[in-house]
């Protein structure tokens, strides 16, 4: 799992700033267009609000007058659910995937340079161990491979000629 990591770092890390960014705009996006939804709500209130006082003056018919200004009302409150709707989604998850972008990149980025050290190390430590399973192998001295299982000293005297297949049973405490 590290490997896959260390091994697709900039270009997992690339497309998660790329979604991010377009999570981030797209959110934006959302309260513009909320914005732009709810003034054409509050315009219609207005004229609601028109029909209302002019039904009012000229029929005298106050229910017709209560049902037009009802429905301003109800206009007006959705005008208000719009711009609150756009306001949240901006400015909570586009916050949460402001603080994912910057944080993500430095957190991304410090771990990907522990995985490398950690890789670094690893090879370094295999570097040394296979050095001295070639000297071991060189001087052909069975015990100073430090097999401990006497059930497979016939397979070392097997492959005691092949150095690949013999530095599989040496020093198994260090493998």
Known sequence: MAKAFSDNFYSF???YQHI??????????IENA????????????????????????RTEIPQFSNL??????LVHINGEL???????INDSLNSHFKYQREQGRISFQEAYLL???AQFKFEKA????????VKLFKKQNYEAWQIQDPAIIKEVYK????FNEAKMFMLPEKT
């Open 126 to 133: 295999q570097r040394v161990l296979d050095a001295e399973k």
């Open 159 to 162: 492959v005691r000629n092949n």
């Open 82 to 88: 719009a711009l609150h709707q756009g306001f949240m």
């Open 115 to 117: 995985v490398e050290g």
């Open 20 to 29: 991010n960014h377009n999570i981030s705009h797209e959110c934006k996006q």
């Open 68 to 73: 037009y200004q009802r429905m301003s009302d």
């Open 34 to 57: 909320s914005k732009k939804l709810a003034k054409h709500y509050f315009k219609l209130s207005v004229e609601l609000d028109a029909l209302q006082r002019l039904v009012l003056q």
């Open 13 to 15: 890390n690339s497309q």
